[in-house]
C-alpha cells in the first residue's frame, strides 16, 4: 500500500458530496475516521468527550478500537474499505474513484 493511494483515497472520501450517488454508511464514516486518525496520528490522544456530545464520543471510541494498529495498516484498511463501498455502488462516478486509487 502506497501512501499515495492513500492520499488519493483520502482526497475522494473528503470530497464525497452528501448528498451524492456514493453514501457511505454511518459506520463506514467512523470507519474511515478511525483509520485516518490512526494512520495520521497514532493510537488516540485525547480524553473521551463529555456526555451530552454524541458524535464526538462516536468518533472517539471508533479511534479507540483501533488503537495499537500501525500508521501502514490503518492505510491500508483505509483504502480497502473506500474501494468496497465504491464497488458496492458500482456506478460510473465509483468506477472513476477506483481507477483514480488503483493508478495512484
Same mark, same amino acid.
Given at each position: 500500500?502506497?501512501?499515495?493511494? @492513500?492520499?488519493?483515497? =483520502?482526497?475522494?472520501?473528503?470530497?464525497?458530496?452528501?448528498?451524492?450517488? %456514493?453514501?457511505?454508511?454511518?459506520?463506514?464514516?467512523? &470507519? @474511515?475516521?478511525?483509520?485516518?486518525?490512526?494512520?495520521? %496520528?497514532?493510537? =488516540?490522544?485525547?480524553?473521551?468527550?463529555?456526555?451530552?456530545? &454524541?458524535?464526538? #464520543?462516536?468518533?472517539?471510541?471508533?479511534?479507540?478500537?483501533?488503537?495499537?494498529?500501525?500508521?501502514?495498516?490503518?492505510? #491500508? #484498511?483505509?483504502?480497502?474499505?473506500?474501494?468496497?463501498?465504491?464497488?458496492?455502488?458500482?456506478?460510473?462516478?465509483?468506477?472513476?474513484?477506483?481507477?483514480?486509487?488503483?493508478?495512484?
Amino acid at each position: 500500500m502506497s501512501q499515495a493511494k @492513500f492520499d488519493k483515497a =483520502v482526497q475522494i472520501v473528503q470530497a464525497l458530496p452528501k448528498d451524492g450517488p %456514493i453514501k457511505p454508511s454511518q459506520d463506514d464514516q467512523l &470507519f @474511515f475516521y478511525a483509520h485516518y486518525k490512526q494512520a495520521t %496520528i497514532g493510537d =488516540v490522544n485525547t480524553t473521551r468527550p463529555g456526555m451530552l456530545d &454524541f458524535v464526538g #464520543k462516536a468518533k472517539w471510541d471508533a479511534w479507540k478500537k483501533v488503537e495499537g494498529l500501525s500508521k501502514e495498516e490503518a492505510q #491500508k #484498511k483505509y483504502v480497502e474499505k473506500l474501494l468496497e463501498v465504491l464497488n458496492a455502488a458500482g456506478n460510473d462516478e465509483a468506477k472513476g474513484y477506483v481507477q483514480e486509487i488503483e493508478s495512484a
